[in-house]
């Protein structure tokens, strides 16, 4: 009969869904109508019905609900006080995570469901206390309050005595840990990680009690006497201790009696180095050491007896000299992090290296000689980027059939890219070979089915054409060719990758129309940022050159974590990089940068020889951050659709043969920090607004019929002083160019900031006028690396690759 009422119910609810969902049939209505209740207090918009309703368990004979898992991201808005949920009294698996509450804190109705035995609550955006209602949850074995902004001292689980699962990671829980947790009978897992947790813990010297396994208490304060404790706790196999507060070197001998560990961290901890030498004693079971920026200075030796270890990480270290040859030797060895040490070489024979077992290995950033080792043969990940490598790239490389990521960018490498490299297509994601001195042509590396996401060739010297074959790699979402001796024309063809986000041509030898007659809009589908300056293009462009730029329509992407040509796995993150050379371009830490590559827009066709109007259909391009048409010989007017580019923040439109005004409405994009439009044939007044006025004066120079501010002189001088003006104005060029053959052997852009500067600072004096202050920070040109934050932070401890490599 119940049965029957809920079918019914369930129809209603259901009217105009055809699926009848199998996990309500055994509910009793009333718990029914309870959950109708409780999924209407929220916007569930983007809930699938049918996956909601899944996720809803009830007793076979009383019909009560006994579990609720929500999808995640389904419901929007505040769990409140009186939720429905919390009549939901027989539950006892309830899974929250992944919704977003907007709730400001975990209401105490949690409390009554008292029969829980598991609750998950991750990613929900709970902040504030835990409610001291959570002592009633003695039913308890599985509770997951992790990644949300959890404040307070340690909520109170003291009486969950069946406890077996405690997450309370990523949250600002501060104060001590109780003593009693570690004892707790059947706590086996206990993830503390990144918290404010502090102090010491106590626990009894008959710790046999201690079932824990798991416990992660990394990114914490705590103080140097726990590791006494943790030293008891014998049953540990996995174990994080980074960022401990600590004022003395850790002894390794301390963990010897912890005979089960498998995994440790110690990352951000001064090390004893002593006691890493081979006489030490550590758990000889682990197989996962994770050293990251422990100050270390020699090879650990240690390691030599972990015949079981997997995984080393050692990066950020300040290690020298040579990689010891018994590395290679250790036989389950498969990833090998040693990313910004100062290594030198590999020691002993080529076999060793190339018969390991290694398939991750990260060798970036030291200062690696001579030629380039024969990589492992099961390798999957080499990166070597930022050494000192020369000589060809061994061909070997061609043989590692399950290579997926190869980046030996920023080495001096010379030779051809090996044709062979086609032999790994079927694996290959990332191919990075930036700033070497390869020769030779592109080879075809893309057949059917090929899987190459990123191509990045920049700064070598490549010469013929683009390979055809590149259409074949339809993920190519990433390809850099700057810098090279490329001469082609202009591959048209490239739309057919449906993917692509980056197309950087600059600086090479391409030749020939930007448009084909025919052609109409260019019409790239994904294309963001779109580089081909200082070519040889000609030609003009049509009117409707930007319709349909998909991209165009792109929004502001709150999550910079989607990535892009990327690939990632935990032991490792590639993101692809780019230069950008935009002068005016507020640039933090890559944020803007990261950001740039998943939703915004920049488009570069300066130093060409291109003609004609500029496309009014530019103004489509909302998503335009920035735009450099300089130096080519557009004419006409600027187009009064750039006022439509509101997200704009650079503008160079100089060293054409522009004519007219410049369009009033310009004067409202509020996010300009840079504009040039100088050396054109420009008239009438510049659009007032602070955008403009705030502009260095070189910025509208060389346009004869241009007054107003910053310019000297307002739109209103009597004709018979024009001719007076001029010959100040020509006086000071003088003066000016000849400051520029001084500072002419700057390199190449930072010659152009240098000038600008110069005749900024020297009108400044002469007139004693007032430059707005420049309230962005102007980085150009710009090199940023997009990835892990260690790899960041290295990167600005070092110097700039590009400057020494200069
Ligand atoms: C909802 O999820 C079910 C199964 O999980 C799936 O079959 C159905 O297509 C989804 N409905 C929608 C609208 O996404
Ligand atoms: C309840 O029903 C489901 C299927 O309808 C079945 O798999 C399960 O064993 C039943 N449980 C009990 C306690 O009868
Ligand atoms: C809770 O649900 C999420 C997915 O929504 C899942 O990843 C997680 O493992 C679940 N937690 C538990 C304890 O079942
Ligand atoms: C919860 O309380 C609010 C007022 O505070 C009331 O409007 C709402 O109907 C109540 N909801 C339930 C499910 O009782
Ligand atoms: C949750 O929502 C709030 C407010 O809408 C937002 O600020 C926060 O970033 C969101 N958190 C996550 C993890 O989505
Ligand atoms: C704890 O559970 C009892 C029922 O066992 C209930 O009466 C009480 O209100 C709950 N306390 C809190 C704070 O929710
Ligand atoms: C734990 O339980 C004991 C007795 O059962 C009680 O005295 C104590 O107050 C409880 N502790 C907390 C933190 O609720
Ligand atoms: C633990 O044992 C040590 C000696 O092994 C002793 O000094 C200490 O007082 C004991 N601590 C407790 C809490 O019993
Ligand atoms: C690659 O492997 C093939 C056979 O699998 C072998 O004949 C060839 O010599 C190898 N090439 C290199 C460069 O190692
Ligand atoms: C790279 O090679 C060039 C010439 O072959 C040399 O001038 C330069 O010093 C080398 N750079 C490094 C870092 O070895
Ligand atoms: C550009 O092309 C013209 C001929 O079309 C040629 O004379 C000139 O040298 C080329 N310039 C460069 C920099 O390649
Ligand atoms: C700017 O955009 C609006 C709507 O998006 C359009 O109506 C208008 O014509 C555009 N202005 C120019 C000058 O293109």
Redesign the pocket.
Known sequence: MKTIISALLLLSIFASSS?LVVGLVSCRPDQIQALTHFKNEFDSSDC????YF?GVQCDNLTGVITKLQLPSGCFHGTLKLNSSLFGLHHLRYLNLSYNNFTSPSLPSGFGNLNKLEVLSLSYTGFTCQVPSSFTNLSQLSILDLSHNELTGSFPPVQNLTKLSILKLSYNHFSGAIPSSLLTMPFLSILDLYQNNLAGSIEVPNSSTLSRLEFMYLGLNHFEGQILETISKLTTLKYLSLSFLNISYPIDLNIFSSLKSLVMLDLSDNNLLESSLDSHSNIPLSLEDLVLLRCGLIEFPNILKNLQKLEHIDLSNNKITGKVPKWLWNLPLLRKVNIFNNSFASLEGSEEAFENSSVRYLDLAFNSFKGPFPKPPLPIILLSAWNNSFTGNIPLATCNRTSLTVLDLSYNNLTGPIPRCLSNVQESLVVVNLRKNNLEGSLPDMCYEGALLRTLDVGYNQLTGKLPKSLLNCSSLKFVSLDHNRLGDTFPFWLKALPDLRVLTLRSNKFYGPMSLPDQGPLAFPKLRIFEISDNNFTGSLPPNYFVNWEATSLQRNEDWRIYMGDYNNPYYVYEDTIDLQYKGIFMEQGKLLRSILTSYATIDFSGNKLEGQIPESIGLLKALIALNLSNNAFTGHIPLSLANITELESLDLSRNQLSGNIPKGLGSLSFLAYISVAHNQLKGEIPQGPQFSGQAESSFEGNVGLCGLPLQGSCFVPPTQQPKEEDEEEEEDQVLSWKAVVIGYWPGLLFGLVLAHVIASYKLEWFGKIVGPDKYKQVDPVRLFMTLDSRWDSFNNKNNVEQTKK
């Open positions: 699926t699938n019905q049918t996956d899944n």
